[in-house]
């Protein structure tokens, strides 16, 4: 069963980093393909960015050379580099394996990330 735990959020102010961090239960990353995902205030979830089980990467447009998305399977932990922060950025940030969010599942609590001004 998926288990993950998103931690590292907190409020920066615009043009400031962020690092956060899902960690899970077992060695999922190692067979899963993992994604970020956020979700601002008023409006639906949506894809951040994404790493394969062979190490390549995709990133939303709007996040593109701003964000990185990295996994580390020694320490069972997908992490996302936040770099240049707009306060459109704030939201609740969400790490699940694309298979599980792609059927709706297993959403945790998130960490939330607020840019300020």
């Known amino acids: 069963q998926v288990q993950l735990v998103e931690s590292g959020g907190g409020l920066v102010q615009a043009g400031g980093s962020l690092r956060l961090s899902c960690a899970a239960s077992?060695?999922?990353?190692?067979?899963?393909?993992v994604g970020w995902y956020r979700q601002a205030p008023g409006k639906q979830r949506e894809f951040i960015a994404a790493i394969t089980t062979d190490g390549s990467t995709n990133y939303a447009g709007s996040v593109k050379g701003r964000f990185t998305i990295s996994r580390d399977n020694a320490k069972i932990t997908v992490y996302l580099q936040m770099n240049s922060l707009k306060t459109e950025d704030t939201g609740v940030y969400y790490c699940?394996?694309?298979?599980?969010?792609?059927?709706?599942?297993?959403w945790g609590q998130g960490t939330q990330v607020t840019v300020s001004s």
């Open positions: 699940n394996t694309l298979l599980a969010a792609s059927r709706g599942n297993y």
């Open positions: 077992g060695n999922i990353f190692t067979f899963n393909a």
